[in-house]
């Protein structure tokens, strides 16, 4: 029996379990060893087969973003129109085979966009070269998950599914549980607030299932069985994703208000290049990206040449990005700006900048 008709039993098995209090341990049990085998499916074969075309593209830029979606919903038209890179986009399916990267130059930042092939149902498995497309959105910064409007809310969750299948955890936070592996000690099992979703036998059961029998678990917030899985497991990528629904010109104006409406969504046309300048200010706002602007003594501020740098960085960082020497020789930095109470103001390298701030650095 393989690993693809073990985790296709198992998920019958869940489908026809009652939920209750009496079945939640078995369930848990079923959910450990799903997670357990799509690892292994995940893992490369050890048989040294043919080397195929490269699939992965070197990152650059200052950020990267996956497009995914089904074939045929506009992803190469997208790539096309927003970057300087050609796409071969055309009326049948599987028009791109690989991936194709492409760059978005917005607010002097650089956000490299994958044009990535189109997944099919039973991706996370290996069909329709699904295994490669979903390596490579792992490593990106985040998913712009392409979808049809004239199309059934279904595919949305059947991309969901696959995704998360493979370990991708779209617009979560990390789980607030603090795990480690011990030596000996048995279980150690404690929680700083009320947990109505697990308790200690059913946590207990799940690392049985892992072999792990000494260990220290701590829940720092109510979370389910799957949370502890995914701690467990500690190869799990949480995302930001953005569903972008595309061909609106095709759908009422009341179907579109009500989508427009729906979280982390935005509606596009790429034929009729609507709302695109929308979508790439949202991008940004999910990247968290922020520019920093430098000036030296004297001279006014360098507005041409920005540092692209991540929101909640510190003085420290803008000194990094410069060089790597020059964060120990800092005496001081001047900054100018929405971070300070008044323009200038004489900080250290604690100090968090904000988008847009002008920094002076101060060697000693």
Known sequence: MGILEKISEIEKEIARTQKNKATEYHLGLLKAKLAKYRSQLLEPSKKGGDKGEGFDVLKSGDARVALIGFPSVGKSTLLSTLTHTHSEA?????????????VIEYRGANIQLLDLPGIIEGAAQG??????????????????????????????????????????????????????????????????????????????????????????????????????????????????????????????????????????SVVVSCNM?????????????????????????????????GLILRKGVSIEHVCHSIHRSLAAQLKYALVWGTSTKYSPQRVGVAHVVHDEDVVQLIKK
């Open 273 to 305: 290049k609507l709302n695109l300048d929308y979508l790439l200010e949202i991008l940004w706002e999910y990247l968290s990206l922020i520019r920093v602007y430098t000036k030296k003594p004297g001279q006014p501020p360098d507005f041409d040449e």
């Open 90 to 102: 055309a009326s049948y399916e599987f028009t791109t085979l690989t991936c194709i990267p492409g």
């Open 127 to 264: 069909k329709g070269r699904g295994r490669q497309v979903i390596a490579v959105a792992r490593t990106a910064d985040l998913v712009l998950m392409m979808l049809d409007a004239t199309k059934p809310y279904v595919h949305r969750q059947l991309l969901e599914k696959e995704l998360e299948s493979v370990g991708i955890r779209l617009n979560k936070n990390k789980p607030n549980i603090y795990f480690k592996v011990k030596k000996g000690g048995g279980l150690s099992f404690n929680s700083t607030c009320q947990l109505t979703k697990v308790d200690e036998k059913m946590v207990q059961m799940i690392l049985h299932e892992y072999k792990i029998f000494n260990a220290e678990v701590l829940f720092r917030e109510d979370c389910t069985a799957d949370d502890l899985i995914d701690v467990i497991l500690a190869n799990r990528v949480y995302l930001p994703c953005i569903y972008v629904y595309n061909k609106i010109d095709q759908i009422s104006i009341q179907e579109v208000d009500r989508i427009a409406r729906e979280p982390h």
